[in-house]
């Protein structure tokens, strides 16, 4: 038997690929059967697979599995004949043959190994953003489900709604013109970030089993502070910011104008250390694409309430608003052209700037009529998953898409660990020509050798 002992130590190391075993392929799903569903995580964001698939009925959640009881208590409740799991490794080995697939929705560190395993078990695994803590893992979690033939999708909810798919017809209809700059940014972080320090232990609860928390994680003291929402801004656990944020903000131009991999990223931000983020940053990515003036495109990424100076026809007030004013954008995307600025969120939202201007455009009928493929359920990504699972087809939010998005994102954190500094990336080797320490980085696997405790 394939142990898991020997599973771990299949990855000791970032520059080795993992082989999985075929533990099972799964069994063939029809548009007839239903869908057996594991939820891993079911407090937190967890919440909403439930709440998609509840009154779904191709979908049966065949297992609940949490680390946490007192966070899984709603679902718990709901559903008390559903068997309960703290380990996702034992639920996979006791109910593999009533288990079709898998949804993830943990810590960002734990995104990698539970999705890996549940691929090796040939299930179909549907993970929320982003993909997965580190670089590395986001390319070979992309690996291992091609070589899987599993159906996987990235929780990404604006990936199946308008946004970018409008943005792209308008910009292959001739509206927006050459792309000059495309600005993000956010309010987040809303949880603690900078020069944090290492909490002091507390009594864990006894709703909780922490060592199962950390689970890959290096050993650190049970705190409040860290979980159950905090740890988001914890270098072990989270990826700040740009991994809350940025898979959604980044996805809107990523997928309109197919912008691949920066050719150069520079960041700079507040302090920081080796347990936490930084509070606020900056990000300048440059592509080298077509559809840029030039051949080039300017990203920028602004968070923990900084902003940019100034961006082609927005007012200043816009850009620096009232806090207290309904329409605060607190959140924003605007994507610059040579003819149109268009304003964007991560939804349905797509819209020329001023808006007097898209009155005008809209009485004058210069918008084209849709010929993006939309998605099977609008701004639903679990269902949309659900049922490409059901009809034996990749969604369009698949890992293979996911993979270089959340490659994307993190690059802006990676990053500023060599601030203000022009960093040549190829994706191709995952490296920066001019920069050790984030390549590292980027190559970076937590070492899978260490006792995993259960």
């Not at 548009?31 to 049966?60: E, S, T």
């Not at 898409?401 to 191709?428: C, F, G, M, Q, W």
Request: hydrophobic content about 40%; proline content about 8%.
């Amino acid at each position: 038997m394939f142990t898991r002992r020997k599973f771990l130590k299949a990855s000791a190391s970032a520059g080795v690929l993992m082989v999985l075993p075929k533990w099972s392929i799964g069994r063939e799903i029809g548009p007839n059967d239903k869908l057996n569903v594991a939820v891993v995580g079911v407090g937190g964001r967890g919440a909403a697979a439930i709440d998609a698939f509840r009154n779904f009925d191709k979908v049966r959640f065949a297992a609940f599995c949490d680390v946490d009881d007192a966070m899984a208590a709603s679902a718990y409740n709901e559903f008390p004949d559903v068997p309960r799991f703290r380990d996702y490794r034992v639920m996979l080995d006791k109910l593999d043959k009533e288990i079709d697939a898998v949804t993830v929705a943990t810590p960002d560190h734990m995104h990698y190994p539970i999705s890996a395993w549940a691929i090796a078990k040939g299930k179909h695994v549907y993970c929320e953003k982003p993909l997965t803590r580190t670089i590395w893992e986001a390319n070979e979690l992309d690996r291992l489900a091609k070589e899987a033939g599993v159906i996987t999708e990235m929780g990404n909810q604006g990936h199946a709604c308008e946004s970018w798919r409008v943005l792209k017809e308008w910009y292959e209809a001739g509206i927006i013109g050459e792309i000059e700059d495309i600005f993000f940014w956010t309010n987040r972080p809303i949880w603690p970030q900078g020069q944090l320090q290492v909490p002091p232990a507390q009594p864990v609860p006894a709703t909780l089993d922490w060592p199962l928390w950390l689970g890959v994680a290096p050993f650190q003291a049970y705190n409040e502070a860290i979980a159950p929402f905090n740890w988001r801004g914890l270098r072990n656990y989270g990826t700040g910011a740009a991994g809350d944020m940025g898979c959604h903000f980044m996805d809107i131009p990523y997928s309109a104008f197919d912008l691949g991999f920066p050719k150069t990223v520079r960041a700079n931000s507040t302090p920081f250390n080796d347990y936490s983020w930084p509070a606020d940053s900056t990000t300048l990515m440059v592509f080298e694409n077509a559809r840029g003036v030039g051949g080039k495109i300017g990203m920028h990424w602004y968070d923990g309430g900084r902003r940019p100076k100034s961006v082609k026809r927005v007012s200043q007030d816009l850009i620096d608003p009232d806090p207290y004013d309904p329409w605060n954008r607190a959140n924003c995307i605007y994507v610059v052209g040579t003819k149109e600025t268009v304003l964007c969120d991560v939804g349905n939202i797509c819209m020329i700037h001023p808006r007097e201007r898209m009155v005008e455009m809209t009485k004058n009928d210069a918008f084209p009529k849709p010929s993006v493929p939309r998605s099977v359920s609008p701004c639903n990504t679990h269902m949309e998953w659900a049922l490409c699972c059901l009809e034996g087809k990749q969604p369009p939010g698949n890992f293979s898409y996911a993979a270089p998005l959340t490659e994307v994102a993190l690059l802006s954190i990676v990053s500023l660990l060599d601030p203000d500094k022009d960093l040549e990336y190829n994706p191709e080797s995952l490296s920066f020509k001019n920069s050790e320490v984030c390549t590292r980085a980027v190559k970076s696997l937590y070492d899978y050798n260490k006792e995993y405790l259960p």
